[in-house]
């Protein structure tokens, strides 16, 4: 048997991402006949026609479909097999990371991973954006490079991820609400106006899942997009906010934080990224940083719980 071309899966790879004849010649650098005679080796090699015209654009066969994923980190592994080694050095990295997290992992995390950076790395710059929604396509396309959050059925299963820790829902309220006083049953909780948080702009969630089953509904006074603003709201009034206990420590200051008296499911924070960065050697420190900034501020929250030296009720762990 001959050997096959292995400088096809190159190609095939580019043709794959791009779903276009014309866009892979462009990123590959080759004229639009080289690479329709690309494509049609490709076709001869693999026995499929691999990508069929569909009105005036291409789609994937599911041969196509099924081998994306892999030709894509067969290259990204032969690619970092013979790329040179490389040394990090921090004080002369100059770059610029782009991070997608909720505004409560900014305000809770930024200010000790910022100070870090700058200490370690100060060419280095993060950008940080929000998540409008739930959609790796930042990711794949490169315009995002890291991200937090819940992995659930609609990540991208090519991510690399890894736990950052486990969080649950409490409920806050301003210092001297009524709920800071007596025992807080379901009922005593439902009974208040509450901030429903969804960037979908949903009115319906664990919570109120959780309320069902004890045949209870809360009243909704008003939906944001974001825990920050619902605490926001929250301390200047008498609502209710539900927010992640460990996501929220310090924008929770002054606050009464409470165990809810319902049962919700704890959920994983992690992080997220594409395998494209799994080996570049900024990245894997930049990675290392979020998750030690993170271990390192949650036992400084913690400890200072125990000393109740943030004027909340700490919930119990």
Known sequence: MSRPDLNLLVTLNVLLAEGSVARAGHRLRLSPSAMSRALARLRATTGDPLLVRAGRGLVPTPLALALRERVSQLVQDAESVLRPAERLTLTTLVRTFTLRTSEGFVENFGPPLLDRLGREAP????RFVQKSQKDSAPLRE???ELETGVVDKTTAQELRMQALFNDRYVG???????LTKGRITPSRYAAGKHICVSREGLEKGPIDDALEAFGLERELATIV??????LALARASDLI??????????????????ALPISTPEFTVSLLWHPRLDADLAHRWLRTCVREVCTTHLAHQRSSGKKKGLGESPCPS
């Open 241 to 258: 906010a539900t927010v992640p206990e460990r996501h929220t420590g310090i924008l929770r200051t002054g606050m009464y934080s409470f």
């Open 225 to 230: 997009g974001g825990f920050a603003t619902a």
């Open 123 to 126: 060419g280095v710059r993060l």
């Open 142 to 144: 490169g315009t995002v």
């Open 172 to 178: 806050v309220v301003r210092a001297g609400h009524a």
